[in-house]
C-alpha cells in the first residue's frame, strides 16, 4: 500500500478542510515523528485509556510499547485541550452539543491522566495547540471532532496487532468502544438528518457494517493536515 497519500483519501467528507485553513507542519511534524521514532505505532484517538492492570507500568512494558502509548497520549492531549477549550469558551450552544462536549471533555482528561500514570518519568511533555477557531464556532467544532474521533478508530484498527503486552491490548480493547461512541455521537449530532438536507450524500452515525483500519501515515497526515500542534 502506498504510504504517500493524499488529505483527499483521509478526508472524505471534508471535515479536517473545512477545519484547518491554515497548516505549517515545521515544529508540528518534528514533534509527531519524534514521538513515532524507535519502532512507534499509532493508535489515534483514545486507544489507550482503559484500565490496564496496575503491574504494567512505563518501567516494565515493551520499549515498542512505551513509544505507542507515548504517541497515543500526544493524540490524548490534543483531543483534550481542544474538548477543554470549547466548553471553556462557552460558544457552541447550549443543548446536545455542549453536552457532548462536557462529556468527552471529561473521558479525554481521565485519559490523559491514565496514561500519564501508566508511563511516569517516560511520558512525553504536553505539545502547544492552536485550534483556529475551531473550539468557537458551532460549525468547525461539530466538523473538527468528527474527524478526530472517527481518526481515532480508524487508527486503532491499523496498528491494534503490533501491540505486544496483553495488559496494553486488554486497555486498547476497552477503549475503542468509547471512542466509536464518541465518534457516533457526533455524527448524529453534526448531521441529525442523516445529511438528507439540501441535497448532500447520507452521513448517518453508522455508514458502514465494516471500518477500515489506517496506516501510520495516514494517522500522521490527519494530524498534520489541522495544524492544531505548534510545538
Do not use: C
Not at 479536517?16 to 489515534?44: M, N, P, Q, Y
Not at 518519568?121 to 502547544?128: G, L, N, Q, T, Y
Request: hydrophobic residues 45%.
Amino acid at each position: 500500500m502506498n504510504e504517500h497519500i493524499t488529505l483527499e483519501e483521509i478526508d472524505v467528507d471534508g471535515a479536517i478542510r473545512e477545519t484547518a485553513e491554515e497548516v505549517t507542519t515545521d515544529t508540528r511534524g518534528g514533534l509527531l515523528k519524534k514521538a513515532a521514532a524507535g519502532g512507534a505505532l499509532v493508535l489515534g484517538g483514545s486507544a489507550f485509556a482503559g484500565a490496564l492492570p496496575r503491574l504494567a507500568s512505563g518501567a516494565t512494558l515493551p520499549a515498542s510499547d512505551v513509544a505507542i502509548l507515548n504517541f497515543a497520549l500526544t493524540l490524548e492531549f490534543l483531543e483534550a485541550e481542544f474538548y477543554a477549550r470549547a466548553v471553556a469558551e462557552n460558544k457552541i450552544g447550549v443543548d446536545v452539543t455542549r453536552r457532548f462536549a462536557v462529556v468527552v471533555a471529561q473521558h479525554e482528561k481521565a485519559h490523559v491522566d491514565f496514561l500519564k500514570r501508566v508511563l511516569g518519568a517516560k511520558a512525553v511533555a504536553k505539545p502547544r495547540f492552536d485550534f483556529k477557531g475551531t473550539t468557537s464556532d458551532r460549525a468547525k467544532f461539530h466538523a473538527t471532532a468528527d474527524a478526530l474521533e472517527n481518526l481515532g478508530v480508524h487508527a486503532y484498527l491499523g496498528q491494534v496487532a503490533n501491540i505486544k503486552a496483553k495488559a496494553v491490548l486488554v486497555g486498547a480493547g476497552r477503549i475503542l468502544p468509547v471512542e466509536a461512541r464518541h465518534a457516533a455521537w457526533i455524527r448524529q449530532i453534526r448531521f441529525p438528518n442523516g445529511g438528507a438536507q439540501g441535497g448532500g450524500s447520507p452521513q448517518t452515525p453508522a455508514p458502514a457494517a465494516f471500518e477500515d483500519p489506517f496506516t501510520r501515515a495516514k494517522v500522521l497526515a490527519a494530524v498534520n493536515a489541522t495544524g492544531f500542534i505548534t510545538s
